[in-house]
């Protein structure tokens, strides 16, 4: 599929609904792509229903999901007329594995409707979703979830996508789409399958096919995704070491800097004359926040960029208020740093937390929480001996994990992610005792752009504004 009316900015897909529909629908509205993060949207619609869905927005979006019955079934499940009580955790969800059940699959479609479906809303831009490769379960349901709602863009990365251009196809055409699952110890081949008829039978619309960027480090990769059409994305974002969230590791061993961050080097670089030698349209990331780097960025034959660390800041973003208001003080004091941490994803790959107080980016706050693994999104399965699957992360009771077969040592260090992002935009998980989960927030290193923003505006700034400014040399 070509990308006919390709954007100059991208703005990024972070954390558990940080990349709200709020802060996407401003981006579109601008004329860019604007992204919604598609991780855990399962979960945030649950949580989101059980505060009594304030405003009633998604709500609003639900009365126009296809299947009005489903959409009652998660209305039915999870809205509290007035929201919680303040003593009242939150109810489970069901986990999304490589057979999930029915009512996990329902909510993640409606979930990921409903995003997509209010950052859309009311305009004619142009609308992204961003999903983690890593979290290869939830995948299949949110990706067709999105379509449903019309989504324009899907958006990779933490991984290789290669099944996703043909995942998109087969959803289009209304037919069942598949996803091998990476499983540990496997002895066999893993996959996971969604019938859309099975789901929504004669209530389906009529899909259109979006399309598909895949996120790559180095152009090796870029080559090994163009050269097949059944795995080749229509477009490339590529991300260079200082971008937000998680990156890739350094190539080759990983050396420590003398604060235990990942050393980077030259081979870590992507060759962008390669890149643009691969002939499919890409935008850089990862250090390009400001209007200077842009114009650098189109000279090279990029697109555009993608960022994010401007966008997460705004107010639009779903970061709690209180954490928003924090990183925008510490940056105009030059106080804001953010740690390239290479033990904190379960994921194994390096994750970026900004260093905030009561936060878990504070070493003595992560040894005081209780080792609790109750969302299961970066879970990875594993094959036991006769043949079932068990789910383990690394950031689970140390006890659990070893009993699946896992190595104590990928637990030392491990946080849990799913947790604290979660309690990033509100939504933390009120554990007995009544402590709330503690937040982590997620940013990229590279500052140059929000500093030079916040002097401009000194209490923070809109996605309008950010977008004026990056675009302001254009």
């Known amino acids: ?35 919604v993060s598609g991780t855990a949207l399962d979960g945030v619609l649950a949580r989101v229903l059980q505060d009594g869905d304030v405003g009633g927005h998604r709500r609003r979006a639900m009365a126009h999901f296809p299947s009005p019955a489903m959409a009652a079934r998660v209305m039915q499940r999870y809205f509290i007329d007035g929201g919680r009580t303040a003593d009242q955790p939150y109810r489970p969800h069901p ?78 055409a209304g037919r069942t ?39 790559v480090s180095v152009h090796v990769l870029a080559d090994y995704l163009n050269r097949d059409p059944e795995i080749r994305p ?26 235990g961050e990942p050393i980077y080097g030259p081979r870590d670089n992507a060759d962008l004359q390669k ?30 960029v993608q960022t994010g660390t401007l966008f997460a800041m705004a107010a639009e973003s779903g970061l709690k208020p209180s954490l928003r208001n924090r990183l925008v003080s510490q940056l105009a004091a030059g106080s804001l740093k953010v740690r390239n941490d290479p ?14 107080s009561d936060t878990l980016s504070q070493e003595s706050n992560h040894q005081a929480r209780e080792r609790i693994c109750d969302l299961g999104y970066l879970r990875a399965p594993v094959e036991r001996p006769d043949g079932s699957i068990a789910y383990r992360c690394p950031s689970e009771p140390t006890h659990m994990y070893l009993r699946k077969g896992g190595d104590e040592s990928d637990t030392v260090g491990r946080k849990c992610l799913c947790n604290a992002l979660m309690a990033n935009v509100g939504l933390g998980q009120l554990r007995k005792g009544g402590y ?39």
């Not at 974002?237 to 604060?259: C, F, M, T, Y």
């Not at 790959?349 to 900004?354: D, I, L, N, Q, Y």
């Open 436 to 474: 709330e989960e503690e937040a982590a927030v997620t940013l990229g290193q590279d500052l140059v752009g929000a500093q030079t923003l916040v002097e401009v505006h000194p209490e923070g700034w809109t996605a309008r504004q950010a977008v004026d400014w990056l675009l302001s040399v254009q």
């Open 95 to 172: 986990t999304l594995t490589i057979s999930p059940s029915v009512g996990a699959i329902e909510l993640s479609l409606v979930a990921n409707f409903s995003e997509v479906w209010l950052a859309k809303e009311g305009h004619p831009g142009v609308i992204g979703i961003n999903m983690l490769e890593k979290i290869q379960t939830a995948n299949l349901s949110a990706i067709l979830g999105a379509m449903l709602a019309d989504v324009d863009y899907v958006i990779m990365g933490a991984g290789v996508p290669r099944e996703i251009p043909r995942l998109l196809t087969e959803f289009a």
């Open 234 to 259: 229509d477009g490339l974002i590529v991300e260079g070491p200082r971008a937000g969230g998680h990156s890739s590791p350094p190539r080759g061993k990983q050396v420590l800097d003398e604060s």
């Open 275 to 304: 890149i643009a030698n691969v002939g499919l349209p890409f935008w850089l990331a990862g250090g390009y926040a400001t209007p200077e780097k842009i114009a650098e960025a189109r000279a090279a034959g990029a697109e555009g």
């Open 177 to 215: 789409a598949h996803l091998t699952i990476d499983v540990a110890q496997a002895t066999s081949v893993h996959r996971a399958s969604l019938d859309p008829v099975k789901y929504l039978g004669a209530e389906m619309p009529a899909m259109r096919r979006p399309n598909f960027l895949a996120i």
């Open 343 to 356: 033990r904190a994803s379960p994921t194994g790959f390096p994750f970026k937390v900004a260093e905030l």
């Open 1 to 35: 599929m070509a990308i006919t009316h390709p954007p100059v900015l991208i703005q990024g897909g972070m954390g558990v609904a940080v990349s709200s529909w709020q802060l996407a629908r401003e981006v579109s509205l601008c004329g860019e792509l604007g992204v």
